[in-house]
């Protein structure tokens, strides 16, 4: 089953036309690769699918219903983008991890502690102030606080771009244990193919603007990307 | 007693003596090419007959202040002036923002109302045009410095802070939540320097209506009691603008589906 289905997608920003009719579906439950070289409209793509922008045409299907007739902000909750940068709101990591809840006027209890390890962070990390941790810390709060709206989908942009080498492998793992746990779809925009190989069941490559082939990962041959 | 020093015969040639001073340094500026001669002498001639002009039709009201008649159709064209030409200059702030007047007027025109309104009814106006006119022009003045403030504000610290809110945005906040705090900044930071004035009242700031009350010959705790009384009603006023500002603002920051719009 299929929990978007993007038909003939085109979006210009400004004069530009970024993305040139793009058709892709996106399976329940898979984790879904966008890859390809600057400019070829990844992150445009994936800013359409919470509804950050909408289409200029074309057409986005989220389970089964169009998009442009989903409330943007439900959508959000639902559909949860991680962008590549991690930006701390003001306060602790815990206010960070609740703000989503919060907003949302959730009146569930919201497990902190869960986000956090399920993020590969020590519970214990929740009264520390946000902005004063490093960069690889900030993109694990920015995914355990992404976590806490309990997404059906996760949109994410480049999630370990400013990571430590070291450390890429770890948040690859994290990822892939969580939304498993949680039974995720993801949308993983990266411009690293064999990161997008170790990662993804589905590689759908971008290039210009329209996507070139999508194919199980076990049959995508990474030397046409570039 | 007017409490100026002279008559309006020999008030031209002081006139005349300040105009030197400001010739002396123009004639600098343009020795040092600051770049500012045209403007300084734009504003000086725009300025000083805007001046003039408003004193024509003060002499003409004043004679029939006590024929409402007469005087209250030019007082409200005079009002209606100032409140579109204060919002089309504060428009001018939000740059490249689409239809920044629709903000600025309605807020401008808000807050002097406001303002004014508790004045005439404390009676602090009456309601007649020498009470009204200057009344109305602080009112106006002040509330569109706070509305330039407050949008300049807001458009430089969106553009700054954009990744920001679009991540709130992301986290599925409405626009008017990503916006929260944001807006309280850019509100505070406009009501800044008139509560800066506030503390500093009478120290190193003496305001125009007290200035001008002791000028006139006013008893000073009469005139400071008056120019508190003003003083606070224009600082609701500003109050009352830099929030409808904040407010109005977002519908040109979002557009109907919480995004944020091209122009920024």
Same mark, same amino acid.
């Given at each position: 089953m299929n929990i978007y289905e993007i038909r003939n997608v085109e979006v210009a920003l400004g004069r530009k036309k970024v993305l040139k009719g793009i058709d892709l579906d996106v399976r329940k439950g898979e984790i879904m690769a966008l890859v390809g070289p600057?400019?070829?409209?990844k992150t445009t793509l994936l800013r359409c699918l919470n509804r950050l922008i909408d289409p200029d045409s074309g057409s986005i299907r989220f389970e089964g219903k169009d998009i442009r007739s989903i409330d943007p902000v439900e959508l959000r909750r639902s559909a949860v983008l991680v962008p590549q940068e991690s930006i701390m709101l003001d306060g602790t990591v815990e206010n960070n991890i609740l703000y989503g809840p919060r907003i949302a006027g959730a009146s569930r209890k919201v497990d902190v502690a869960g986000c956090l390890e399920d993020a590969g +962070?020590?519970?214990?990390?929740?009264?520390?102030?946000?902005?004063? +941790?490093s960069g690889g810390e900030k993109k694990r709060v920015a995914l355990a606080r992404a976590l806490a709206l309990e997404p059906r989908v996760l949109l994410l942009d480049?999630?370990?771009?400013?990571?430590?080498p070291r450390k890429v492998d770890q948040v690859e793992r994290t990822i892939l244990q969580f939304s498993e746990r949680r039974r995720l779809t993801v949308v993983w925009v990266t411009h690293d193919v064999p990161q997008a190989m170790r990662v993804s069941t589905r590689i759908a490559n971008l290039k210009d603007g329209k996507v070139r082939e999508v194919k199980e990962t076990s049959e995508f041959e990474w030397e046409g990307v570039y | 007693m007017t409490g100026i020093p002279y008559t309006p015969e020999e008030g031209a040639l002081v006139l005349a003596g300040a105009s030197v001073l400001l010739i002396v340094v123009l004639l600098i500026s343009v020795w040092k090419k600051m770049g500012i001669g045209r403007e300084f002498v734009v504003g000086l001639l725009m300025g000083g007959a805007q001046l003039f002009g408003i004193a024509v039709l003060l002499t003409f009201l004043f004679r029939f202040d006590d024929d409402v008649r007469i005087w209250f159709p030019p007082v409200i064209v005079l009002i209606g002036l100032m409140a579109v030409i204060g919002g089309r200059r504060s428009a001018k702030r939000a740059s490249g923002m689409p239809g920044a007047v629709r903000i600025t007027t309605p807020a401008i025109i808000a807050g002097a109302a406001v303002s004014l309104t508790v004045l005439a009814l404390s009676r602090a106006m009456p309601l007649k045009p020498q009470f009204i006119v200057p009344l109305a022009g602080m009112a106006f003045g002040n509330s569109m410095t706070i509305c330039s403030l407050a949008l300049d504000r807001l458009v430089r610290e969106f553009e700054m802070n954009r990744a920001a809110i679009e991540t709130r945005l992301s986290l599925g906040a409405s626009s008017k939540q990503a916006m929260e705090d944001l807006s309280r900044r850019c509100v505070r930071a406009a009501l800044i320097p008139t509560i800066d004035r506030l503390k500093t009242l009478g120290i190193i700031f003496i305001p125009g209506a007290m200035a001008g009350l002791l000028i006139a010959g006013t008893d000073p705790l009469v005139a400071a009691e008056y120019q508190l009384i003003v003083y606070l009603m224009i600082v609701g006023g500003g109050i009352v603008t830099s929030l409808i500002v904040a407010v109005l603002s977002r519908s040109r920051f979002f557009n109907e589906n919480e995004q944020v719009r091209d122009w920024i």
């Open positions: 600057s400019g070829s409209g +962070l020590p519970p214990k990390m929740s009264g520390r102030e946000a902005s004063r +941790l480049e999630p370990t771009v400013g990571v430590d | -």
